[in-house]
């Protein structure tokens, strides 16, 4: 059994440490004796550093010298994040090289995002050691879904600091569906309901076999818990000022105390129908100079009143997601609730009216996410043994492009972990989404190979084909695990998988299918030739077909048919043929046709290149060949 890998939810308002044990998921205790630990860090002016509880009761009091939420600063440009900025108490600026750091007066120097995320691992990696009785060395982080690469090498940066080899940065969906066990059923999709503290995030994923697949994201990053905490807050201040007259708002020991209370009071009203807050000497009258207490009745009721718009918000959300993903409340076999917000009853009994059906109640929402990277952690110790355990690849991996043809991005027999890139484009004018299909064999026909996974990557702004980039990478680490990202690089958007090694093919099947390409390698090189020849003869019909379809006018009636049959007969060798010879004939027959009208054809084509050009460098990736989804 290998070394202990714990899994860690870094949060942006608190952090869960979780382990394997025995082949069951731990939530580990902190030093305070919480499973959950509050993400902040404060310095005092002693220059010490507190780190959770202790540091999120100095938030309102110390506000300069209290880091909350870093995770909406790790890995962003300051620029990016000048308007989050606004939203905290902390002094955030730029540092050197543009990045988001924090001033902290008491800190006496700049410190990173990385730094605070730091301190937090660093005291739930010491809960973990102190719970195994030994030294934690590696550790699998969950980050959002959407963090972009930077974001994630930050987050990896702040493990290292913390003294953690990060084994794997993770997304929360699916560290949420692995604790659920998606990966072990037949075929499901399930919908994740991240309401947390400050952020609102819903995934739909959809797995089966050892695959995890995001289907879509949607969220809104300054919708949480804490919206909530204010509304109580601002009711407690009401009606304190209709009593007294007195503003709680100028005094920071109340607020801090009022902050406390109210999220108090949340959390207790979902266990309870009501429930007294009491503050006693939450501040001084200032005419009479007695002390006055602050002593409200909440009940559940009430509560639910203050914020049900904060909820519909969400299932709003949620709406968004599935018309994203182009499913239905009733297509979604489960929804997995996440975060600690999920506990309010508002916001289950909403998710209950919108779907119909009770959400999944499995693992605690707020320990869900840690306890997914734990199992992570667990699957790469290799602890756990049903996972096959390779170090080269035993088959190509690739995905299917222009005309039905595997493009090969990792050959077989290639080392892992290993990662590769590729740029590609569009096969249609104006195609603004590609699906990206995942094989792994050897046939030039990706179909005749072992289909892993799809996705699509949308919202591909429109552009003639051969225009956008689109560039595809695979990851696989040093477990197999394979990833497949595809980015649109105009818009930086991005869609991804992961491929569980399981999933792949077994010792007898890769076997099978060497033997099978060793004797029929001429026939798959005359499949490849027949491939590229298509693709090919697509690329001198396609301007063609455009000509006439745009710019008819430039030719005679009689041109226009002769050019309109050639297409014609092109396409059905395109869609029919079956040796390469034909195709071949059909290409010169192209060519000599084309060749009468070649001026013509050129001068228009060359407007035509010359457009696509000013937009963009053309640099003649390979195409996708993507079903157009309606
Ligand atoms: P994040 O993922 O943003 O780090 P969490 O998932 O830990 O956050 O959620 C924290 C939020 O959940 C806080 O706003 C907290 O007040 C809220 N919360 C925790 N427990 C409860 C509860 N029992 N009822 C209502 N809200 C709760
Ligand atoms: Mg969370």
Redesign the pocket.
Known sequence: MGEKIIGIDL????SVVSVVVGGEPVVIQNQEGNR?TP?VVSWTKEKEILVGEPAKRRAILDPQNTVYESKRFIGRKYEEVKDIANKVSYKVVPDEKGDAAFDIPNAGKLVRPEEVGAHILRKLKEAAEQYLGEEVKKAVITVPAYFNERQRQATKMAGKLAGLEVVRVLNEPTAAALAYGLDKKKEAKILVYDF????FDVSILEGGDGVIEVKATAGDAFL???NI?ERIMEWLIEEFKKETGIDLRQDRTALQRLKEAA?QA??EL?FKMETEISLPFITIDPETKQPLHLQKKLTRARLEQMIEDIVDRTIEIVKRALADAKLKPEDIDDIVLV???T??PLVQKKIKEFFGKEPHKGVNP?EVVAVGAAIQGSILSGEKKDVLLIDVTPLSLGIETMGGAMTVLIPRNTPIPVRKCETFTTVRDYQTEVEIKVYQGESPIAKENKFLGSFILSGIPPAPRGVPQIEVCFDIDADGILHVTAKDKATGKSQSITIQPSSGLTEEEVQKMLEEYEKHKEEYERKKKLVELKNQLDQLVYPIEKLLREAADKFTPEEQKELQQLVAESRKVIDEATEPEEVEKQIQKVQQIASKYSEKLYKLAQEEKKDNEDKKDNKGDDAIDAKPVD
């Open positions: 949060g942006t308002t608190n959950i993400s947390g503290g400050g952020t949480g818990g804490a905490d999220e949340k959390k979902s975060g600690g917000s506990r309010i707020d």
